[in-house]
């Protein structure tokens, strides 16, 4: 039994921090070493709350200090690329939350460099972990219900004026790198690549229909994703609705089989809302069947958290690479580049596809 343990930090104090930190304190194998941000307070704070001993504002001396093994950053959007960077250049494994960069080429140093230095790599994708998300990935996966012919997936929330003014990065396109594409919809996105496979072709649109008068980003996307295997899918997301429905996503097979789960509402764990496969044992969970109030955030973070841990102590790639993140990434980013050509945009994108992309600073053309 391998009784080796981890020292980590988490890097960023902000409201999802403490999900990780929490993860980190409770994790089998790992101890949460510091804290870091810069609002002293909020690392103080955030140390004082999880039991680590030392907290700071300066990753340099966090990382001078502390003898890491690993690190989470779930700091804003688009710092995660420099602070990587640091991590890697120090041989330190980083967990990191979605999306990778608000930049795709960013994204794709990242991965790059984390390779170089051999470090694990990975990013926060927690609903993957959901019990109704691994019942239908085990589906497929075992060929229950024939090669995929068609995906379904929702994203239908609510976010108010308050949302966007919590940060001054929010709401901005060089702040979050998107709309609801980019931080909400990106777990439907690494869902659909989880679940049908390699994309290769998005035709997107997307607009500000609501939340134009204190936010720049889209907050309604439409798009069709055609992925290798033949298959096709659909993505719609909006944060326009009140009442919100939550997340959903449903995959059919060629031999008319159907498996999909729900996670309404937003934040709490999805149940298994669609299974027509009648060989198979009832797919509902206990708390289902029995009415029961069920689990969400932070089970399913904890649950990534401990993953990340046992694979850098097995040193094996964590559940969720880097490179896979990218898959999302690349999806979303061809949905803004469609909207700008107005036609499908094949997958992976070229580098001239980044360059012009990044050169518009991916807002809505006229």
Request: hydrophobic letters at 40%; glycine letters at 8%.
């Amino acid at each position: 039994m391998n009784t080796k343990t981890i020292r980590m930090a988490v890097i960023g104090a902000g409201g999802i921090a403490g999900f990780h930190a929490s993860g980190v304190a409770a994790a089998n194998g790992a101890t949460l070493a510091a804290t870091c941000d810069l609002d002293a307070a909020k690392a103080k704070q955030l140390a004082e709350n999880n039991g680590a001993a030392s907290w700071y504002t300066d990753i340099d001396e966090l990382i001078k200090n502390e003898a890491l093994d690993a690190a989470i950053i779930c700091t804003n959007h688009g710092s995660h690329h420099p602070l990587v960077l640091k991590c890697a250049e120090a041989g330190i494994h980083v967990l990191v939350e979605k999306p990778l960069s608000v930049k795709l080429s960013e994204a794709e140093d990242m991965v790059r460099v984390a390779r170089e230095a051999n470090i694990h790599f990975g990013a926060v994708f927690q609903r993957r972990f959901q019990p109704a998300a691994e019942r239908m990935k085990a589906a497929i996966d075992d060929g229950r219900i024939g090669p995929v012919t068609l995906l379904e997936s929702f994203c239908y929330l609510d976010r108010d004026e308050a949302y966007y003014n919590i940060a001054d990065w929010r709401g901005t396109w060089a702040g979050e790198g998107g709309g609801v594409l980019m931080t909400q919809a990106i777990h439907m996105l690494d869902m659909a690549y989880w679940l049908a496979g390699k994309p290769v072709e998005v035709y997107g649109r997307w607009d500000t229909l609501k939340h134009s008068d204190y936010a720049e980003i889209e907050d309604t996307v439409v798009a069709t994703v055609e992925f290798e295997s033949g298959a096709l899918g659909t993505i719609t997301a909006c944060t326009t609705l009140h009442p919100q429905f939550g997340f959903s996503t449903v995959v059919r097979g060629r031999n008319g089989a159907s498996v999909g789960f729900v996670e309404e509402p937003e934040l709490s764990e999805a149940r298994t809302n669609i299974w027509t496969l009648e060989d198979e044992p009832d797919p509902r969970e206990p708390w289902e069947i029995a009415g029961e109030e069920r689990p969400g955030m932070p089970k399913f973070h904890h649950v990534q958290i401990q993953e990340f841990v046992d694979a850098v102590i097995a040193d094996r790639p964590p559940a969720v690479t880097g490179e896979q993140a990218l898959v999302s990434l690349q999806m979303a980013k061809a949905v803004y580049l469609s909207q700008y050509r107005k036609a499908p945009v094949k997958l992976p994108l070229t580098s001239a596809d980044i360059e012009e992309l990044e050169s518009k600073a991916e807002r809505r053309q006229p």
